[in-house]
């Protein structure tokens, strides 16, 4: 009999920042290090302002000291780097975090790129993720991070040992640098089979079908349906989408019809309260790594 598992995400992180704070407050009593991540801001998106404004809250609660940067949507790219630059020097500043997006004249890449890669908390370096892609350590990307934890957790119950999700198949739909491709080379390294599916995919659905693990990460509201899982699949959404009801109202929606894809899955995360939070617990689990080191 399949059973139908809800992967509590906002228990998980929860059970994790807790875990954090404990580790910052040993370090601080053994080495008198507080773990300090800075967060820069450009403009005035009001996403990304209540982003930036949740990563400091859930920094500090950890006991580590957040120091975050507002810039004009008018700062030139020249004075951003000047800012990363003074941070990449600063002995007190463990992990730098460029909010993205950036306002359009400045070039993404190369703000991303002028991060220490020792302080490339997000790992979005290029240097981080060429290390993940040849198997050397180094700082991971936090929505992939959080996934993997989950699942780990998850499979570990079934067949717990150092590879719980040996030889399974995982598909991810979605290729983007930020989850996609450092989710598949997570999962490689915990020896699973990966498809990866996107835009230009034929035959989305019986590929997604052949997934024991489904990891969804396109940002297209309720795409994956019932009939596109395997009986008993694994489905992590990793979509935020914002719809509109008929009354005017909106709702938060992942990219995998939760209600009728959790009657087919063996368990699946929701939204909210699945992926989201685990995002900022990695973001401080890297800190805390590289303040560690
Ligand atoms: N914008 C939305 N999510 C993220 C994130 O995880 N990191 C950064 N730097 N910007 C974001």
Redesign the pocket.
């Known amino acids: 009999m399949t059973q139908h598992q809800i992967i509590d995400g906002k228990a998980f992180a929860e059970n994790l920042r807790g875990d954090i704070a404990k580790r910052v407050a040993a370090l601080k009593t053994a080495k008198n290090i507080i773990p300090g991540l800075a967060v820069i801001l450009v403009g005035r998106n009001p996403a ?1 302002e209540v ?1 930036v404004k949740n990563k400091a809250k859930q920094t500090k609660e950890v006991g580590m000291n957040s120091y975050e940067f507002h810039m004009q949507d008018t700062a030139t790219e020249a004075e951003l780097l000047a800012k990363i630059d003074e941070l990449n020097k600063d002995t007190n500043v463990h992990g730098i ?4 997006p950036l306002p359009k004249h400045m070039h993404e890449t190369a703000v991303i790129n002028a991060i220490s890669p020792d302080k490339d908390v ?1 790992g979005f370096h290029v240097i981080s993720a060429g290390r993940l892609a040849t198997g050397h350590t180094g700082f991971v990307p ?2 992939p991070l959080g996934c993997m934890m989950m699942l780990r957790d998850h499979f570990n119950k079934a067949s717990p040992g150092a590879k719980p999700l040996a030889g399974l198949h995982a598909v991810i739909i979605g290729r983007s640098n930020i989850v996609g491709k450092p989710m598949a080379q997570l999962l490689l390294k915990e020896d699973c089979t990966v498809t990866v599916v996107h835009s230009k995919t034929k035959d989305i659905e019986q590929l997604v079908q052949m997934g024991d693990i489904v990891i969804a990460a396109v940002g297209q509201p309720e795409l994956v349906k019932h009939n596109w899982l395997k009986k008993g699949a694994v489905v992590i959404d990793v979509g935020i989408n914002r719809i509109a009801l008929p009354d005017g109202k909106t709702k938060l929606v992942g990219d995998v019809a939760f209600h009728e894809c959790f009657q087919v899955a063996s368990a699946i995360t929701p939204v909210p309260g699945g992926v989201g939070p685990m ?1 900022i617990a990695c973001l401080l689990e890297n800190t805390l790594q590289s303040a560690s080191k």
């Open positions: 990304s982003y975090l460029v909010q993205l997000d936090c929505t995002t």
